[in-house]
Every structure is written in C-alpha cells, then in structure tokens.
C-alpha cells in the first residue's frame, strides 16, 4: 500500500465587487486520499513517534465532578491511567513513544532510564509486545502530587522528539487544571515547540482551563476538546493515537502569491477547527506568503482567506488575478494551482456568495455571541447574556450542528429555536463555561452541494460580450446601451 497522498484544492468565491469596497474573500478545500480504509500498511522505527503527558497533579487524586455522591468516585488519576494504557495498546510495532508524567515538573516514566549525566538526551522506546506492556506497567505506577507546569511539560516532549528522526510527531496532553507557571512560561515554551511537533488536548475535571488548551492546540496544529464523561476517556485516547497514525505527510504548506497591489489579510481554518493562523504565517517576499498546516492523512479541510484589495487604476468588467494559492510539500507542488479573482463593477449590485462561506461564518458569528454573553453574564446583565446566547442558539440551529446545541444548553433553556428565544439557566459553572468555549471550535461539514451554483445575481456585464471605451473615456460594460457617465451610446448603436 503507497503512503503516498494526492491533494486536491478547490477555490470558491464570489469575484464580482463593486469598486467603493477594499476586501475580497476566498473559500479553500483542501482534500487529501490514497490510503484507502486500511491506513498506512507499516510503521517502521523512526517514522511516527508519539509521547504521551499525563497530568499528575495533586487535583488529580479528586474525582472529575464534585457532586454529593463523589465520595465514591474514581480519581481522574485512575482514569488517566487506563486510557493512557489503552493508547499503548493501540501502538503499532516500531512506532517510537514515551510516557511523561506531568506535575511541577516533568519526568519520563517510560522508558525509563537511570540518572544520567545532564548532556544525555532523553530516548523514546520502540513499540513491541515487550515495550507495551513494561509501558503499562510504568503508567499503572503513576500517583498524583504536585502542580500544573504545562510549558515544562511541552518542552519535555520536545526534547524527546528531537533526540529522534522520526517524521510524524505527535503528543497528547491530558490535564485537569490550569498552568500554575511564572508568566510567559506557557508562550516560550510554545514558540520552541511550534513546527516541531502537534499536540492534541483533553481538559478533564472541572477546573482545566479552555483558553490555555485552545492556544496551545492553535500553536502546534492539534484540537482541543472536554472529556464529557469519564468513562469516555480511554475511547478518546484510542482515536486520538489511531488517528496521528493515520497521518503520513508530515507537513503541508499552504502558500499564496498576491498579484500588487492586493495584500493578504489573514487565513483561517474553519473546519474541522476554529483556528485562526494569521500570526503563525511566514512572509517569504512581499507577495510570498506560506502557512504550515501540520500532518496530513485521507481527510478534508477547509480555510477562509481574506485579501485587501483597491480598484484604483485597474480596468473595469475583467478577471484580474489577485492572488495563487498553491499546496506544497517540501519544494514540491502537490495540486493544481487555484486561483483568486476580482471582477470590478461600478454597479453596487448583489453578488454571489459562496454558500460555504456562510456556513462557517456562522460558526465565527456563534463564537462571538457566546463570548458577547460570557461577558454580559459576569457582569450580571443577564438581559444581555440572554440575548447574545439566544443569537448563538440560533445561529447553531442554522448550521445544524446538534453537538454545539447541546452544549450551548449548558447556559439555556430552549424555547423557540428558530427565532433564538431562550432562557437562563441559574445554575452554570465554571466548567459548562470551559466545555461551551472548546465546543464552539469544533464544526460541522457544509451540508450543500460541491458544484456552486451559477453567480446570480451578478452583474449582467458578463465576459460574453467585450466592454467599450466611451469618447469620454469611461470603460463600459459590453451589454450597455449608454455610456453611464455621460449617456453616449455605443459606436455601432448611434
């Protein structure tokens, strides 16, 4: 079986734009197949590599909910351990890994070496019946005591990963608390781990905190979410592993070219994640810019980009380039070029808009309402929580996506859906304001068709019939009667 991927790239957006207006989005799909149900066929040493953080902390000797009833309950400890247990079992042979116990330290529980000199790098073991099990036991060892230093944590993995050759690095992060680390701890450590390896998180408990995951997550390319349920925790492991081993490109570059004088504004992901990567974009010219989208295996993905655009000194009623959108591996090229057009008009008529592009401009619009009513709320205006929630609810029921609804449920009670009436619940926590945050991220697939539809209604100057210069000078489009700055009539048409 090949581990080769071939990449698709598909641009869609509406071109036409009236010439008072200075911003032009386009929608990309990237989609990447050839590896088939099966996954790649072998994982020889030094190809995938995986470490696994497990939060340690003394908070994760409570159970995840304090509820009447926990005094019985598990420890988030016990919980961390079986699931970490389960993503060793699902190791395949030769794949490199480790396990690190995270507290106010870090510390390699497996593979377990004795104290070394300082110079000595640390070692990952290879995956064999053997390995796995000693693995397992190490992990049904580990105990909580001690805090939340996440940033040492990242860099422990780091150092990990480097001391290794392997092309597809992957590291989950299990916490149940917030980085108890000196400010700015967090933000270093991210900018030594960034391309260097992704990371997926899972905020377990009540007292993790949203915002660190979700920008730990941005920074290394991985997805953040809430273990809902305990008991769902060694399932969530076993897919987070399964699918970093499912990935076989270890880096995908996205690069645009913009025709001057059209500037790149920003790119963001929008499915399967909420992510914005504007800042993490590197100028390569002032037309070259490329972004790194992490690993890839047989999956789809979506970005929104955004173009500042002027209409000075460039003709009307034609295609103009403003920017090239090309995917690249390494030096290579890896799908036919899209390209980003503008098609300027001195009409300011409606145009077409990628149905796409609303889709997931929802998602951008749910994010800030329940920001809006986070805000509202913890200033006690709850007339305005209401009302910036019963928007998000609605905009949820617009895009269809049943998971988000549910979440948003945290902080209201449904009464219309379709006209966003709710009401407050009285009894949100801390930890439905977290799970809410992270839901938010996650999106739904666009529904529709993926052929657009004909640009209706645009401007009826279409490319069928050229445009005409006027004795005043003014450019026309081909299907006018008159000239619309001084009334003359075509040539031919006097």
Sequence with gaps: MSNELEFHLDVRQGKHLFTARTE??????????????????????????????????????????????????????????????AAIDVLPDGVLFAVVEGTDGARVVYPHEPRREPRHKPRMAVATPESRAQAKAAVARLVDGGSTHIGTWLTQALDLFVAH??????????????????????????KRCQGQFTCDARGIGEDWDADQLLRITSVLRGAADAVLDDSDLEAEF????????????????????????????????VHPTMSDLTEHAVALSDRVTEVSTGPWGDEVREYQVGF???????????????????????????????????????????TWVDPRSTHYTAYVDLSQAVDAGLHAYGQGDETAAKAAWGRAVKLAGETGDRKVLDQLQRFVEIVDLAAGEVSLRTDISRYDVQVVKVAVTHTSRYPGDTDPPSPAPSPPQEDTVSPWTCECGRISPGTALFCTQCGRRPAQSA
Excluded: Y
Aim: charged share 25%; with cysteine.
């Design 24 to 85: 032009l989005h386009a929608s990309l799909e990237v989609s990447a197949e050839g590896l088939g149900a099966g996954g790649p066929a072998e994982a020889p040493a030094a190809r995938w590599a995986e470490v696994l953080i497990i939060d340690c902390s003394g908070s994760m000797g409570e159970p995840a909910h304090a509820r009447p009833d926990a005094r019985g309950a598990r420890p988030k400890i016990a919980d961390a351990r079986r699931a970490t247990a």
């Design 308 to 350: 500042e655009v002027t209409s000075a000194d460039a003709p009307l009623f034609e295609d103009l380039r403003v920017a090239r959108i090309d995917l690249v591996v390494g030096e290579e090229t890896r799908a036919d070029p899209g390209l980003v057009l503008v098609h300027w008009t001195d009409e300011n008529v409606p």
């Design 238 to 269: 076993r897919a987070m592993t399964r699918t970093a081993l499912r990935k076989v490109t270890a880096d995908l570059l996205i690069r645009v070219t913009t025709t001057p004088p059209a500037k790149l504004r920003f790119i963001t992901q």
């Design 165 to 190: 050759p392997a092309d597809l690095r992957h590291a989950i992060l299990l916490t149940d608390g917030q980085n108890m680390e000196s400010p700015g701890a967090l933000e270093q450590a991210l």
